[in-house]
């Protein structure tokens, strides 16, 4: 088991700060370490009183230089402080600028969503082949669906029971946090609003028509960040989902007979069993507090669910959301398969250069497997191609 206190004894103290092996401790990234394994907040915060008495002191590996070297070295810290202050200027600045344009994306995905929705329609006239008579469906059909089914990743997550959900998915939408996003309690509320930090993180919102499968129009995923810019997840929140009765998706029935002289009218034995879904997306891994003990197993579990869980998030909010028809399409599947492509071209040059080959490594790779390639495209040459999103 993993003791809070057997961690908090091993960092360095004072002692240590003269030890070259402490020569480079650096809070801010002893805090990012361990932010990343596991994100436990409440460890950090324990740890937090440890670092800051560590914070400047010298490893004397600076003291030793030569005197001349020794104020190159703090020339080079001033113009590195200046630098640092620039980047700060350049994240305020990046951030105001991501907030203008989002402001300018805003109308662009309300047309989107209208076109989507069949509540706007375009001016269109029937090209070669196309049935003029045949009525059109209403607006893009499995528009969404098709949009997360495309990415590798995302569609690693969809079964074909979410299927059936997912197509009644309108809309997806991201949005920055804010003070309401956070839970309150009566300390919280004696607070002055003035002091209050605005919330770090996103929200994506999933918009769904009324449906067989759950109450709810809106399933929401919630992303809090300790940073943004490295990023950090502190820990993220979803919909505690209103299933109906018999429709929930992240788990399945599981039913034993009755035993051999039981009564005539005895029912089946039930219990229910988590089951893969996407819907699983919106019960993110909880972060234990601070009192828990975790083995280290149980921390690597941890941290590789909370991975995989900002990585989708991330996915969706900076692909999907942004190019969404290009991921309905096809397009941009596409478009990573060439990176993809591009990578392994480069690997193969590099290849070229390690060492001489003869005719009988020749000989040999020509009875080898080939190679494959990452991407889903190809044709007739023999090369995959992606599974169509099938509109029904």
């Not at 990743?153 to 197509?167: M, Y």
């Not at 709810?216 to 009765?245: C, N, R």
């Not at 989708?312 to 596409?334: C, L, R, S």
Request: charged fraction near 40%.
């Amino acid at each position: 088991m993993v003791d809070m206190k057997e961690i908090k004894d091993s960092l360095p103290d004072e002692d240590d700060a003269n030890d070259p092996d402490f020569a480079h401790v650096d809070k801010a990234e002893m805090l990012k370490a361990l932010g990343q394994l596991g994100n436990n907040a409440g460890l950090i915060g324990a740890l937090q009183h440890k670092l800051d008495d560590l914070v400047g002191m010298s490893s004397g590996f600076v003291e030793s230089l030569h005197w001349k070297v020794r104020a190159r070295v703090n020339a080079l810290s001033e113009a590195q402080g200046e630098h640092d202050e620039l980047y700060g200027k350049f994240l305020e600045e990046k951030r105001a600028l991501e907030e203008r344009y989002a402001k300018l994306y805003a109308p662009l995905y309300a047309k989107r969503a209208a076109i989507v929705k069949g509540e706007k329609d375009v001016d269109a006239k029937p090209e070669d082949g196309d049935d003029a008579d045949e009525e059109a469906p209403k607006g893009v059909p499995d528009f969404w669906l098709c949009a997360l089914r495309n990415h590798e990743l995302l569609g690693e997550q969809i079964t074909e029971k979410d299927e059936g959900a997912l197509k009644h998915l309108l809309d997806i939408t991201s949005r920055s946090l804010t003070k309401e996003d956070f839970p309150k309690d009566e300390d919280d509320e004696e607070e002055d609003d003035e002091e209050e930090e605005e919330p770090i993180g996103f929200a994506l919102e999933f918009h769904f028509e009324p449906n067989d499968y759950f109450e709810d129009a809106v399933l929401s995923k919630k992303y809090f960040m300790a940073d943004m810019d490295d990023p950090i997840l502190e820990h993220s929140e979803g919909t505690d989902i209103a299933w109906k009765q018999g429709k929930n998706l992240t788990v399945k029935v599981l039913r034993k007979k009755p035993k051999k002289g039981a009564a005539k009218n005895a029912k089946p034995i039930t219990k229910t069993e988590k089951t893969e879904s996407f819907f699983n997306f919106f019960s993110p891994p909880e972060v234990p507090d601070e009192e828990a003990e975790l083995d280290p197993e149980e921390v690597e579990q941890l941290q590789e669910a909370m991975e995989m869980d900002y990585e989708i998030g991330a996915i969706i909010k900076d692909k999907i959301i942004p190019n969404a028809v290009e991921w309905f399409t096809g397009e941009a599947n596409e478009d990573e398969d060439d990176e993809d492509y591009s990578d392994e071209d480069d690997e193969d040059d590099e290849d070229d250069f390690d060492g001489d080959d003869s005719d009988e490594d020749d000989s040999d790779d020509e009875d080898a497997a080939p190679k494959k390639g990452k991407g889903k495209k190809g044709g007739a040459d023999g090369e995959e191609k992606p599974p169509e999103c099938k509109q029904q």
